[in-house]
């Protein structure tokens, strides 16, 4: 998706108005940063990690995983409704 985008803002550049442009550089900012790999992410993350990993150690211990407490009680708040929901992370 990000390739096939990105493409097409390049062959059709002189066509995008400038707020729409803004928009999909935006948004392939995102998509790139989300879902494909950057060594340059990768780097930055272990920099950061080796920097303060105490204070993350502290944070992760005090607050648990992500999956943890905040996704379960959102899953019990659904499941008290007339719907059953599921919620599940991919």
Same mark, same amino acid.
């Given at each position: ?9 390049? $062959?059709? *550049? ?7 442009? =803004? ?13 494909m790999d950057d060594p340059r992410i990768d780097e930055l993350c272990n920099r950061i990690y080796s920097n303060h990993r105490? $204070?993350? *150690? ?7 995983? =992500? ?24």
């Amino acid at each position: 998706m990000h390739r096939v985008l990105a493409r097409c803002c390049r $062959a059709n *550049q002189g066509a995008i108005g400038q707020e729409v442009r =803004v928009f999909l550089d935006h948004y392939l900012h995102l998509i790139r940063s989300q879902s494909m790999d950057d060594p340059r992410i990768d780097e930055l993350c272990n920099r950061i990690y080796s920097n303060h990993r105490q $204070a993350l *150690q502290l944070i992760y211990d005090r607050i648990g995983p =992500v999956e943890g407490g905040l996704l379960e009680d959102i899953e019990q708040l659904l499941r008290k409704g007339d719907v059953p929901w599921h919620v599940s992370w991919a």
